[in-house]
Structure formats: C-alpha cells, structure tokens
C-alpha cells in the first residue's frame, strides 16, 4: 500500500476503528504499517501490567525474536520507544552502539535497519510499533514522517478498541452479578443489597473476584451454601 495523501491516512484509520476487538486491531495495524511503509516485517509489543511487556502481533518469526531479545536485555528501539514514548530509528545493526547486544543478535537474523514507534492515548503508553527492513538505511526522513503519522492514527484506534472492550466487560459483568444476586434473592429469600453483599463478603474473604463468584453462582445455585 502507498501512502501519499491524507484520504489513504484518513482510509486507514477509518479500517482500523472498524474491527471488532484489540487482538484485530493490533494485528492490523502491523500488517497495514508493514504495507505503508514497504518495509519487510513489523511488530507491536506492549506492557501488560503484571505480564510485562509482551509481543501482542508479528508478521515474522524474526521480529518475535527481536521483541524477545529486547525485553530480556532491556535494549533496543523498540524498547526505548515503549519506555520513553520517544521515536527511535536504527540505520544500520552492523554500527549500532546504543544497543549492542540486541544489535549483534539481531543482525544474524538478517535486520539491517528499524524503527521503534510509540503508541499512546493522551498521556497514556500503550506499546511500541515495531518496523523493520533487511536493508540497511531503509528508513529515509520522508519514511520516518509516515511513521509518526501512522503511529499517531494507530494509537488512537488502539486506544478505542481497549476502552471500548473495557466497557463491554464492565456491562457483562454487571449482568453476571445481577443475575446471581437474583438467584440469591429468589432461593434465599433476600433483599437486592443483601444479596450483593453476601456476593462481596464471599468475594473478599476468599479473594475471588466478584464476577468470578457471582458466575459460580449461576452455574451452580447451591455454590455459596455448600462453601460454608
């Protein structure tokens, strides 16, 4: 895919907002920048909290590879872009001294030259994009400023997809929750606040998340009796 108007930006981005959860969006975007920037792989790897940062899509074996290397030494652009939400570009493995190591690895596997892209919502990081080329000086000041603005659409359409999955799963759980203090009212004879608060006591002095024990609730009825 060429990308030489703001219509193909405004294309893509329009083709990003419309899949349906972040594991599509994410796998999108890599194939689309990849595409936009006629470079041979890409990647995104993001922080996930207790997990770390973890490779979420790779259009090659080598760039799971990379990814790898860099979260183990904590070194590379892609990790400096995700760290630093800073844009990072390697021109050549082969002269690369920031990041030696990573460098030394990578270059075996046949990457001349990367970028390291951040991905972030306001003030908040979401991952780094990861491009990279067999070619070593691939990545020119005309394809570095496509990449900031790819970058930039593709953290807005990330950041969608996660709020939005994000409410799907607080409205799913209010329902399992309702549903399971509607079988505490109707078989024990309770109150809705006192149903809720049966559902939280067990909750919190078994540390099991709420929605987990109001699904028990509902796939066995007699799951909070038998627990006594």
């Known amino acids: 895919m060429s990308i030489e108007s703001a219509s193909a930006f405004a294309a893509i981005a329009m083709e990003l907002h419309s899949e349906q ?67 990072f570009e390697v021109t050549d493995t082969l002269t690369e001294t920031r990041w030696p190591v990573w460098a030394d690895a990578v270059s075996k596997r046949g990457i001349r030259s990367g970028l390291g892209i951040p991905l972030h919502a306001r003030e908040r990081m979401i991952g780094a994009l990861n491009l990279y080329s067999s070619q070593p000086d691939f990545f020119g000041p005309e394809e570095v400023a496509v990449a900031h603005i790819f970058g930039r659409h593709a953290s807005i359409a990330l950041s969608a997809a996660t709020q939005q999955e994000g409410l799907t799963a607080a409205a799913d759980a209010r329902n399992v929750i309702g549903q399971a203090q509607g079988i505490l009212m109707e078989r024990h004879g309770l109150d809705p606040d006192t149903a809720f608060a049966v559902l939280r006591r067990y909750s919190q002095d078994n540390n099991v998340k709420l929605r987990l024990v109001a699904q028990r609730v509902i796939e066995d ?3 909070l009796a038998t627990s006594e």
Request: aromatic share 6%.
């Open 21 to 87: 959860s972040s594991e599509q969006t994410i796998a999108r975007i890599t194939e689309y920048a990849r595409d936009a920037l006629q470079c041979d792989d890409a990647g995104i790897m993001m922080s996930m909290g207790a997990e770390g940062i973890v490779t979420k899509s790779a259009t090659s074996e080598r760039v799971t590879y990379s990814d790898a290397v860099q979260q183990e030494k904590r070194e590379g652009p892609c990790f400096a872009a995700l760290v630093t939400q800073q844009l």
């Open 221 to 223: 009825r007699d799951f």
